[in-house]
């Protein structure tokens, strides 16, 4: 049963570019989360998805920063005009389809690392 | 409203020695509260949960935590230290029945040879 599939591992984009960040949870979950660690930091939630549908994005920038969760394929995490705050590395997360992923463990993928130079 | 404080950066112990990494915890609700361990430029790997049974949780590698409701505390122990075990460790809150995960700052374990 493989885990939780991000990529790419890593990803430098130079100020002004958009960042493309997948994730692919683990099968049988429908469940996905984003999260950001800054350097030195713990991981901040950004988002949570199901299938077609944003739960809650109360973690999520305002501007420039998008999420999805299609029907058929990975989860995206979109950062249009990247800036150098936006280095970090991006984890993405998944459970289990029950009770709408309330107290269900998270399984983690091994995170994007965002550069921008 | 949930915060859990990792009450130490960095530890550094001997191999073979034990190993005592310190999480206090808030929360309004009954909480749920997990450990991670993250290798460098890994992802985390879940070592053991707590959700209201036993208060004290046996986790893989050897890693067990107890639960202290009086203290509010979630420590995280193992009886002897691997190398291996070098790594970065994160204690984890959320509301009991709730999806949000509230991450602690971290602790970085050295073990020394």
């Known amino acids: 049963n493989a885990g939780v599939m991000q990529n790419p591992r890593h990803l430098v984009r130079r100020r002004g570019q958009e960042a493309r960040l997948r994730c692919s949870p683990m099968?049988?979950?429908?469940?996905v989360y984003w999260y950001r660690q800054l350097p030195e930091e713990g991981l901040k939630f950004m988002v949570y998805?199901?299938?077609?549908?944003?739960?809650?994005e109360s973690g999520m920038p305002k501007e420039r920063f998008s999420a999805e969760f299609p029907k058929e394929g990975p989860s995206i995490l979109r950062i249009q005009q990247v800036v150098r705050g936006d280095s970090a590395a991006y984890f993405c997360?998944?459970?289990?389809?029950?009770?709408?992923?309330?107290?269900?463990?998270?399984?983690f993928g091994p995170g994007t690392r965002l550069l921008v130079l | 409203a949930q915060s859990v404080t990792q009450l130490d950066s960095h530890v550094s112990v001997s191999e073979g020695t034990p190993v005592l990494l310190r999480c206090n915890y808030s929360?309004?609700?009954?909480?749920?509260l997990f450990w991670y361990v993250q290798h460098p430029n890994k992802g985390l790997q879940l070592l053991l949960k707590?959700?209201?049974?036993?208060?004290l949780v046996k986790g893989i590698n050897g890693f067990e935590a107890e639960f202290k409701k009086s203290e509010t505390s979630f420590h995280l122990t193992k009886p002897s230290a691997h190398m291996s075990d070098a790594a970065e460790y994160f204690c984890v809150v959320s509301a009991s029945g709730t999806y949000k995960y509230i991450f602690g700052t971290g602790t970085r374990l050295k073990v020394l040879a």
């Open positions: 929360s309004s609700y009954s909480p749920s």
């Open positions: 997360a998944s459970s289990p389809n029950r009770d709408r992923g309330r107290g269900e463990t998270q399984y």
């Open positions: 099968k049988g979950h429908s469940h």
């Open positions: 998805l199901q299938k077609e549908n944003i739960i809650d």
């Open positions: 707590y959700t209201s049974a036993a208060t």
